[in-house]
């Protein structure tokens, strides 16, 4: 299994660019997540999804879109990219913890760099 | 809401000797999960050890065992016998079951392990 894979690894934006990072997991997990993570800090929650088709706000979703179309992806949508959205994005994923032990598996992380 | 506290933003310990990270959070919740991620420069999430609210029993992995004092919402992480390859930011994290379910950070402890 390859777990969460996400695209890409590293991407320089322009101030105003939109694009997409990909996620997606191939353990059928219900739950998806996406963090980011600033210099210093820990991981904030921007978008979570709890299946297909069921999307939530986090706690810093402001300038950001998700979908989740299938049970498999989770992508992340940057609309009119801004400084403040340089950051390390890591997408998440996993079963419900009522049923399993609760542990999200991660991807490797996205750097993005918005100039 | 529920937050997650590491009043040590830095530890350093020799390699060989043993190291205790500190973590606290505040819920209102009976029937959660805490773990502890470690995160090496190569940005990957890295479960370490986790801990079930409704287990007395702290949790151990090998180098790696809590102490989990449930009434007091404390969480600390025991490294022993530390290693070079223990080096890496460490974040304790907080999971509800039910709801969102997702993972709260905390702000993450750098730990410099000296040979």
């Known amino acids: 299994n390859a777990g969460v894979t996400q695209t890409p690894k590293f991407r320089i934006l322009k101030i105003g660019q939109s694009m997409t990072l990909q996620c997606t997991q191939d353990?059928?997990?219900?739950?998806m997540y996406w963090y980011r993570q600033d210099p210093g800090m820990g991981l904030k929650l921007i978008y979570y999804?709890?299946?297909?088709?069921?999307?939530d706000k986090g706690e810093v979703p402001n300038g950001y879109n998700v979908s989740r179309s299938t049970t498999e992806d989770f992508p992340l949508r940057l609309e009119l990219a801004a400084p403040s959205q340089t950051s390390v994005y890591f997408c998440?994923?996993?079963?419900?913890?009522?049923?399993?032990?609760?542990?999200?598996?991660f991807g490797e992380g996205s750097r993005l760099t918005v100039l | 809401a529920q937050t997650v506290t590491q009043s040590q933003p830095e530890m350093s310990v020799q390699e060989a000797e043993t190291v205790t990270l500190s973590c606290t959070y505040d819920?209102?919740?009976?029937?959660?999960?805490l773990f502890w991620y470690k995160q090496p420069p190569s940005r990957q999430m890295i479960l370490v050890i986790r801990?079930?609210?409704?287990?007395?029993q702290n949790a151990t992995e090998n180098r790696f065992s809590v102490n989990f004092q449930k009434a007091a919402k404390s969480f600390s992480l025991k490294i022993s016998d530390s290693q070079l390859g223990d080096a890496a930011m460490y974040f304790c994290?907080?999971?509800?079951?039910?709801?969102?379910?997702?993972?709260?950070f905390g702000k993450g402890t750098k730990l410099t392990v000296n040979p």
């Open positions: 998440a994923s996993s079963l419900s913890a009522r049923i399993v032990t609760g542990e999200l598996f």
């Open positions: 999804s709890v299946g297909a088709g069921i999307t």
């Open positions: 994290a907080y999971r509800r079951q039910g709801g969102s379910e997702k993972l709260v």
């Open positions: 801990q079930e609210a409704y287990k007395q």
């Open positions: 353990m059928n997990h219900n739950y």
């Open positions: 819920t209102s919740e009976s029937d959660y999960y």
